[in-house]
């Protein structure tokens, strides 16, 4: 994170030489808000709201050679954690692409002794706050498998790096490979299926959506084996996206459509709410208006009973953009004017201003 960021420590976690007994001592960072202390012991998780532009800091006393896996679920807002040494030093960036829901896991090992930090932190542009559920899944001394776990995650955020610049983007693919048969060798299937999908980006990115599709493919069969319908669901999203890539529309509507009730079979009402109004700009796309305005309509019905404002504006924003699009001017200006007054109750001055000029424009007419 940027170090110009303001950071508030709160507590120590201690660690006892004759007891296996982890403290992690949390603070609520905010550049808004005084500190709010937390405090997480083994079995007992911390729960916290956060916003964008906060950051949460976490300090573990630590001896050498542990093994910690963090276990951090997110409910409605995508948090990236980020785990550095006692001398500073970054040991690596964790964030899966989950969407603001999901689980994900933080696994590292201690090379010295001393206080590690653990920032939490969002770049969500949404003003509400969304909470996360931190807590130990696992702490004990490093054993030969652990050292196997901790070397295929530090290759995937070494492939995560190389692919995020275009020069080195190809030089990922066989670090991810690497990486993937030590999951595979270890039977990690959710590991498997991240890294598969991480690979699907990389190819994605260099343009190659055979090969793309292909990792993706394999990553889906994953979490259909295991259950996971978040996964699945973000998938056929991805395949719905290269398809209308492809001027596919009517393949990337179909994976559209698939993808929606594996969001209700994952109870992620708002990811299920925000392909509906995906479904609707698909069928705009089609030029099926009628059924595109169903979806639009059950996407605001859903909007309004999940207490979420800014969802609720990103849904009336979008019909109206869908009822301009039919040559519904009054219409357009009754949900555009709806969205605005929330977004400016949510402070969000960038959405604003394109709505603003949005409606100026359809007034102009």
């Not at 930090?117 to 559920?133: F, N, V």
């Not at 899944?137 to 995560?160: G, M, N, W």
């Not at 009517?250 to 594996?262: F, H, M, T, V, Y």
Request: with cysteine; aromatic share 8%.
């Amino acid at each position: 994170m940027n170090n110009n960021r303001n950071r508030f420590l709160v507590n120590k976690l201690w660690l006892s030489a004759f007891v296996s007994l982890l403290v992690f001592v949390g603070a609520n960072c905010s550049r808004n808000s005084s500190p709010d202390k937390n405090h997480l012991t083994m079995g007992n998780p911390v729960t916290n709201k956060i916003m964008n532009d906060e950051v949460h800091t976490y300090t573990a006393e630590l001896e050498k050679g542990q093994f910690v896996n963090l276990s951090v679920e997110q409910r409605d807002v995508d948090v990236i954690t980020k785990v550095f040494t006692p001398t500073g030093e970054l040991i690596g960036e964790f964030d899966t692409p989950t969407s603001g829901r999901g689980t994900e896991a933080v696994r590292i090992g201690t090379d010295a002794a001393g206080e590690y930090r653990i920032d939490i932190y969002t770049l969500s542009e949404r003003a509400e706050p969304g909470e996360y559920k931190l807590e130990i899944a696992a702490f004990r001394p490093i054993t030969e498998r652990d050292q196997k776990i901790i070397s295929a995650v530090k290759l995937h955020q070494q492939a995560d790096i190389l692919r995020a610049k275009p020069e080195t983007r190809r030089e990922s693919v066989p670090v991810y490979e690497n990486a993937l048969q030590i999951w595979r060798e270890l039977g990690e299937t959710s590991d498997e299926g991240n890294t598969l999908r991480a690979m699907g980006f990389a190819f994605q990115r260099m343009g190659e959506l055979e090969k793309a599709k292909e990792h993706f493919g394999k990553g889906l069969e994953i979490w259909e084996k295991t259950g996971d319908s978040r996964s699945a669901a973000f998938t056929h999203i991805i395949f719905g996206v290269i398809a209308k890539k492809q001027n596919d529309l009517e393949k990337g509507l179909q994976e559209d459509l698939k993808a929606q009730p594996l969001w209700e079979k994952a109870n992620d009402m708002p990811e299920y709410t925000q392909n509906l109004v995906r479904i609707g700009n698909d069928y705009i796309k089609l030029q099926n208006n009628a059924e595109a305005l169903k979806y639009f309509e059950q996407a605001l019905e859903n909007s309004r009973r999940l207490e979420r404002k800014s969802i609720q504006a990103y849904v009336l924003s979008e019909c109206g953009n869908a009822q301009a699009t039919v040559g519904n001017k009054n219409e357009a200006l009754n949900f555009y004017k709806q969205s605005l007054a929330l977004w400016k109750n949510l402070k969000q001055d960038k959405i604003v201003v394109t709505l603003e000029e949005k409606i100026s424009k359809l007034e102009a007419n």
